[in-house]
Structures are given as structure tokens and as C-alpha cells.
């Protein structure tokens, strides 16, 4: 599919920031937003903020879709078949990030609207409408593959080198193959040279070269090149190499075989990607497997994880499998841990902070191996610890808000007038909210508060106070006894009034810090979702910040 992508420019918060991110917690169900049949824009938001936003700029021009309504968790949301339907009837579609959204690459992949734009709220690239989808754009370089041979046997060695043409200092390669030009291009891992070693797989296939900028944008590819395999008729096993010398013909052939290409395009999540590439296996549906047996397949893998993340794998065989015996270890240099509670061909488990690796063996009745995954990674990226909660900024959802109304006379020039007002009237409240911040906090000798999730660095950062976290980055993963005793040493060191949780997640954690120093628990709001409360009273996003601000007062003062 073919679109439009849009990024608002960022300014918020300075470089040396160190924020936290948030580690996926779960899915839930699509929720529909206002219906409004005679609005000139169609438009779905991922979540609470983005909508809040884009209705405050848009007003009655938009018909507005909320996607994740309350109680669903937006960072590990999976968009329905309605979902997917309404975004490929859409002119527009909103999300915060990537690193907050991380179900939107698969849903990028799934839509098939050439005429959507899609506007990442706030992460922080420049605005752009060009169809960054698009790789063979007119300013990308053109790359040649050299090394080719005529054909190749199963088991071969292929040895492949990218030039571009234009002099450049840029060296970011990524490599990637594909069955057929019907296929997906896979990327294929820990390859970010321009020299590529490759063991030949059972078929023929095509491989191309990508060289990638700074700004993580294509600068120059490769026309797709075939890779033709002829093992002569003969039962080569994977693996096994062979020695061979190509006469005159293979030289025919590796001639035809150069000039044979493939219109093409990636797909959309290519450029933005290619950063998770360096530390992670093949993203796509089916996982990485070293070894396995032949026919078999393990459906569920993602290409990264982060920590407090759910690892759900299945296998896919004809075998006939009595039991599944399931393995893990840390990585290749320790011993594999049997798993004695799982024991069908589905494997859940719960991701920590590292990478790991996985192996499922299936049994027959009298216990004979007869299917075995190989190893299969596990990657744990958690962005850098970046803290995706940049809408609880007052000052950055300014330029959030900008670029909403930028993309809204994009895709609707005669409403400009209209989005140009109603953004400049939501500024000012924002602007407000600011002040109203900055007030409250001027002065205040202690600055410390207590969370018992790390949501709030960006009003830390922006409102000079100092965060600190009981649980760390993620939500499911309970902090450990020695953790929860540093946090009461601190409370009772810094006279902590208060252990905050936030607005809709479970209390226990701050419970129980609070209860072994003595301390009272409060809400903030993280705004994921509007709380039933504030919407009975028809209170919303401004509303909750200001309640916010009440709250921070009982440790702030």
C-alpha cells in the first residue's frame, strides 16, 4: 500500500533528558468515537489523547474514531477487523509513537488505503508529506550487487558486495529476501554491511541491498536480484556446503540472472524499523529458527519485546506430537532449563529485561523426538528506556497540536481557517495549564514524588521535580524486595507524604510501600484513558491535568 506519513515537529524537552519507557500490558477491543455522517474528514485516533486533540482542532469538520477505549491498554493494543476497516476508509490516522503504539507496525501492514495519511504525534521528526512508504523515490541512489554466480546449490556460501553509485560516507546497510516478488521482503539479521555471507536455502529467492541515512530514511537500493538454486536433481540436505566451480554457462546465466528484476516496494515500515533491525531477528509473523525440523513452523514470534511483555508461541507441524517438551536459557553459552509446566505445542511466558532463547521438542507416545523448533530468540528492546508519555507535557502537546491542525488542512485546505482558530483557541488553554503548573511548583523545597509506575518523567523534566519509581519501567513486573526497601529508606529520608499509582491501574505495589512506611496513597493520571469519573462529569483532558496538579501538591510543597 501506498501513504502519506506525517511526523510533528518536535521541540519539548532538551537532549540530555533520560526518560522511561513503558513495557506493553495486554489488548482489548476496538471503541467507537463520534459519528458525525456530515463531516468533511474521516479520522481514527489510536487512544484517549489523540483523540482529545484531534477533536479539540478538528471540531464538526471530522467524523472522529477513538480505537482503544477505556480499560483497554493502549501500549499492547490488537486492532480488530473493524478497526483495520475503518482505518482503510480514513483520510487520517493519529497515534502518539511508535515506541507507545507499538501495534501499529502491524497494522500499517494490514491496511490497503492509498489516499490515508497517517500523523505520529510526537516522534519528533520533521513534518514531512511526502509517501515515505515509497522506497525508489527519485533522490535515492542507485546500489549495484556484485558477486553473484550463475546458480547455486542448497548448502552454498553466497558471497554478495553493494556499491552505490554516489560518493558517500553513509555505511548503514540492511539486506533483505524474499520468495518471489508475490512475497514480503524478510530482513535478514545482524547484516548492516555492505558485504553479505548467506547460506543457500532449499529455492530460489531474490535479495536486495538497502543503504539507509542518518535521518533513518533510504538513501539508495538495489533492484531486486534473483538467486537462482538448481541442485541438478540431487538430495542436497541444508547445511551442507559444496564445493563447486561455475563453467561458461553458469557465466550465461549470471549474466541473464543481472538483468533480471522486479518493480518493487517495501513495505511501509521499512525506514522506521531498520533501527530495531540491529538487535533483533527477522520481524515477521513467523520466527527466527536455527535448526529446526523441516515442515515445521512456529507462528507468534515478534520482532522485539518489551519488559512485562507476553512471549505466546505456537507450532505449526504435521507431525504427530504426543507432548511438547519446552526449553529455555539465557543464550548460547548456558544450559537449557526444561520448562516441566508446558507441555503443548503453545509456549507463554513472561519477558524479563534480557534476551533469551527458546526450544520446543515434540515426543511420541514411547517419548522419541520427532519435531524440534531449533532455537528460537527472543529479543527485548525497551527503546532506550525513552518514556513515551509525552502528552502529559502541557508545553510539547502545543506543538502536538500544531501538527494535527497541519495535517488537517493537508487533507482539507478549505476547513484551514477553522483548524488554524480552534488550534490556537486549545494552545491557549494549554498555555494556561502551564502556568498553572509552574505556579504551583515555584519555590517548593521538596520536589521529590514517589510513583509507583514511571509514567510522569515529562512533567518532572518540564516542572524541575524529581521522579522516582518503585516498579521501574514496566507495569507487570513487580519490583523486588531489596527495591521496595530502597524506596522506603528514601521516603523516610525525604519525609514522603505520599505514594502515587496511577488513575485505573492496580494499587498494590504503592499499598504496600505505603503501608511499611507509614505513608497515603493518591492517584495521578497518566491519561492513557479518561477515568468513568471524569467523563460522568464531562471533564477532560485539561480537567484531569488540573486534578493532577491538586495531587502532586500533597508531596510537593
Not at 417 to 439: G, H, I, M, P, R
Request: glycine content about 8%; charged content about 25%; some cysteine.
Amino acid at each position: 500500500m501506498k501513504h502519506k506519513r506525517l511526523a510533528s515537529a518536535m521541540i519539548g524537552l532538551t537532549a540530555a533528558t533520560t526518560l522511561f519507557a513503558c513495557a506493553p500490558q495486554g489488548s482489548g477491543q476496538n471503541s467507537d468515537a463520534d459519528t458525525n455522517e456530515e463531516a468533511e474528514v474521516s479520522i481514527v485516533t489510536s487512544f484517549y489523547p489523540m483523540y482529545e486533540f484531534t477533536k479539540q482542532v478538528a471540531g464538526d469538520r471530522a467524523d472522529i474514531r477513538l480505537m482503544v477505549g477505556g480499560g483497554d491498554d493502549a501500549h499492547h493494543y490488537e486492532p480488530s477487523a473493524q478497526d483495520v476497516a475503518a482505518v482503510n476508509e480514513a483520510d487520517l490516522f493519529v497515534y502518539s509513537s511508535d515506541s507507545m503504539e507499538s501495534w501499529t507496525e502491524s497494522l500499517f501492514d494490514t491496511i490497503d488505503n492509498d489516499d490515508l495519511m497517517i500523523l505520529s504525534a510526537s516522534d519528533g521528526a520533521v513534518l514531512d508529506t511526502e509517501d515515505q512508504n515509497s522506497k525508489g523515490t527519485e533522490e535515492s541512489g542507485n546500489v549495484t550487487i556484485e558477486g553473484a554466480s550463475g546458480h547455486y546449490h542448497t548448502g552454498d556460501s553466497i558471497e554478495l558486495t553493494a556499491t552505490v553509485e554516489e560518493e558517500t560516507t553513509l555505511d548503514h546497510w540492511h539486506w533483505y529476501t524474499r520468495e518471489d516478488e508475490n512475497a514480503e521482503w524478510e530482513t535478514i539479521s545482524d547484516e548492516f554491511g555492505s558485504e553479505l555471507t548467506y547460506e543457500v536455502p532449499g529455492e530460489s529467492f531474490e535479495v536486495q541491498a538497502v543503504l539507509f541515512g542518518d535521518d533513518h530514511d533510504v538513501f539508495a537500493e538495489s533492484e531486486p536480484l534473483m538467486i537462482e538454486v538448481d541442485n541438478h536433481g540431487e538430495d542436497h540436505s541444508e547445511g551442507e556446503a559444496h564445493d563447486h566451480e561455475h563453467g561458461e554457462e553458469d557465466a550465461d546465466d549470471h549474466e541473464h540472472n543481472e538483468g533480471e528484476v522486479h518493480d518493487h516496494e517495501h513495505g511501509e515500515d521499512d525506514a522506521d524499523d531498520h533501527e530495531h533491525n540491529e538487535s533483533e531477528a527477522h520481524d515477521h509473523e513467523h520466527g527466527e529458527v536455527s535448526g529446526g525440523s523441516e515442515g515445521l513452523e512456529v507462528a507468534g514470534l515478534a520482532g522485539h519485546y518489551h519488559t512485562g511483555d507476553a512471549v505466546t508461541l505456537k507450532v505449526e507441524t504435521q507431525e504427530d506430537i504426543a507432548e511438547w517438551q519446552w526449553s529455555t536459557r539465557q543464550d548460547e553459552s548456558a544450559e537449557w532449563a526444561v520448562d516441566a509446566t508446558q507441555t503443548t505445542e503453545a509456549f507463554d511466558a513472561t519477558v524479563e529485561s534480557e534476551n533469551f532463547e527458546i526450544q520446543g521438542v515434540g515426543l511420541d507416545d514411547e517419548g522419541n523426538e520427532v519435531a524440534n523448533t531449533g532455537t528460537i530468540s527472543v529479543m527485548v528492546d525497551n527503546h532506550e528506556n525513552e518514556d513515551p508519555h509525552s502528552w502529559l507535557d502541557p508545553v510539547f502537546v502545543q506543538e502536538q497540536v500544531n501538527g494535527i491542525r497541519d495535517a488537517l488542512i493537508e487533507i482539507d485546505p478549505e476547513g484551514e481557517s477553522v483548524y488554524t482558530e480552534n488550534a490556537a483557541s486549545f494552545n491557549s488553554e494549554l498555555q494556561a495549564l502551564d502556568q498553572e503548573f509552574q505556579e504551583a511548583f515555584e519555590g517548593a523545597e521538596n520536589r521529590v514524588f514517589v510513583v509507583q509506575h514511571q509514567a510522569f518523567g515529562y512533567i518532572a523534566e518540564r516542572y524541575d521535580l524529581e521522579q522516582v519509581a518503585i516498579g521501574g519501567l514496566s507495569t507487570e513486573v513487580e519490583p523486588s524486595p531489596a527495591r521496595i526497601a530502597e524506596i522506603g529508606d528514601l521516603v523516610q529520608e525525604n519525609n514522603v507524604p505520599v505514594i502515587y499509582y496511577q488513575q485505573g491501574a492496580k494499587s498494590s505495589i504503592a499499598q504496600t510501600v505505603a503501608t511499611e512506611t507509614g505513608t497515603e496513597t493518591a492517584v495521578l493520571h497518566d491519561l492513557e484513558s479518561l477515568s468513568e469519573e471524569l467523563q460522568s462529569e464531562d471533564l477532560g483532558y485539561i480537567d484531569a491535568m488540573r486534578e493532577n496538579i491538586e495531587s502532586l501538591k500533597l508531596s510537593i510543597n
